[in-house]
């Protein structure tokens, strides 16, 4: 991990900034989704990727009933089901 010298209060909310020059750096737009992980007393936060629910894999993904599936995996899983 990168120190960056860069200190924010957070506010009444619980909210913090995170600075313009980090966002560019690091190419994050406004109003972009980003995920939130812990590790150990770490927060880290990510760049949202939409992935597999299964996998991981973020290729040819599909939505159902509001989760996304891969065309793999639902090839894969056909195959389980004996439907293929």
Known sequence: MKNTGIVRQLDVL???T???ELRRS???SDRESLEIY???SKIILAKYEPSDVFTGSQE???EY???LVSKK???ELS???GLI
Do not use: F
Request: aromatic letters at 0%.
């Open 65 to 67: 009933h509001g989760k």
């Open 18 to 20: 995170i600075p313009i």
């Open 26 to 28: 690091l190419g994050i």
């Open 38 to 40: 812990t590790e150990d």
């Open 79 to 81: 195959k389980l089901a």
């Open 60 to 62: 040819d993904l599909i």
């Open 14 to 16: 619980g909210r913090i």
């Open 73 to 75: 995996s639902i090839e």
